[in-house]
């Protein structure tokens, strides 16, 4: 179970640009939820994303799985049993490494690196199978530098790095944002299939609306660092997308977005 209790986040504080986002902020993610955020810019919902993950510091409250704080570890400690799939294709992997290179890092999270060759040739045949599970044939391309693929490829690839060692908790940051529609399809199918097959808990931002309705067990509506709609299980099921959009449209305009 992933829980923020009692969050308090302020932009700036004491300047003139201070902004109180989160105040007193709560929220619980169960163990095997797969969670939709929606809203507009400047809601919280990516804030929420770095608190959870240690990228940026908060001025109260705390972050706990299964009841055990994690408040005072690092980004780089709570990533041992975190993913993090981000908005920028290029993002959470090298581009001027092959394919293997940055593979090779993923299989290696969490253990130390020492003098010896990074790129394990034993696991070659292992992340060939890895790749012919997303079906679009790079299992032939190790040996490309990931800066050459398409930015499709890159975030397919991403997401299996991301999923590569044993871990609890996905977090998909607008994960399909930087992508065209077809492409963007396929990432999510296939990341709705990882998430599945992993029995991962997973936490996804997206401004797309019908992903949030289509995908998850859990939607989550934010607005100025509140919730102001929470649906899970049947009810989530029951949820159309002009639900959605019509209360999306409604608290735009009222905060003038």
């Known amino acids: 179970m992933l829980e923020l209790r009692d969050v308090t986040k302020i932009y700036n504080p004491g300047a003139v640009t201070e902004q ?7 929220l619980t993610v169960e163990e095997g939820q797969f969670v939709a955020i929606v809203g507009s810019n400047g809601s919280g919902k990516t804030s929420m994303l770095n608190i959870i993950c240690g990228s940026i510091p908060i001025e109260g409250g705390d972050v ?5 704080s994690i408040g005072k570890l690092r980004d780089y400690q709570r990533y041992a049993g975190m993913g993090r799939v981000y908005q920028n294709p290029s993002a959470g992997t090298c581009p001027n490494l092959t394919m293997l290179e940055n593979l090779s890092l993923a299989d290696n999270k969490g253990r130390p690196f020492g003098l010896g060759r990074a790129v394990d040739r034993r696991r070659v045949d292992f992340y060939r ?3 012919r599970s997303l079906g679009l044939g790079l299992e032939e391309k190790l040996d490309v530098k990931m800066g050459a693929l398409s930015g499709g490829q ?3 690839v991403a997401l299996l790095m ?15 944002a930087a992508l065209d529609p077809k492409t963007a399809d396929a990432v999510m199918v296939l990341t709705d299939r990882v998430i599945r097959e992993k029995k991962l808990t997973a936490v996804m931002v997206t401004h797309n609306l019908r992903y949030a309705v289509e995908y998850g067990d859990r939607i989550l509506m934010m607005n100025r660092g509140r919730v102001v709609l929470d649906r ?18 409604r608290i735009s ?4 977005s």
Request: hydrophobic fraction near 40%.
């Open 20 to 26: 109180r986002l989160f105040q007193n902020f709560s």
């Open 64 to 68: 706990l799985v299964d009841g055990t």
């Open 129 to 131: 199978e890895r790749l």
């Open 154 to 156: 890159r975030q397919a």
């Open 162 to 176: 991301a999923t590569m060692t044993p871990l609890r908790f996905l977090i998909l940051d607008e994960h399909t």
């Open 232 to 249: 899970a299980g049947e009810e989530k099921r029951s949820t159309s997308m002009d639900d959605i959009l019509s209360m999306f449209n």
């Open 253 to 256: 305009m009222e905060s003038g």
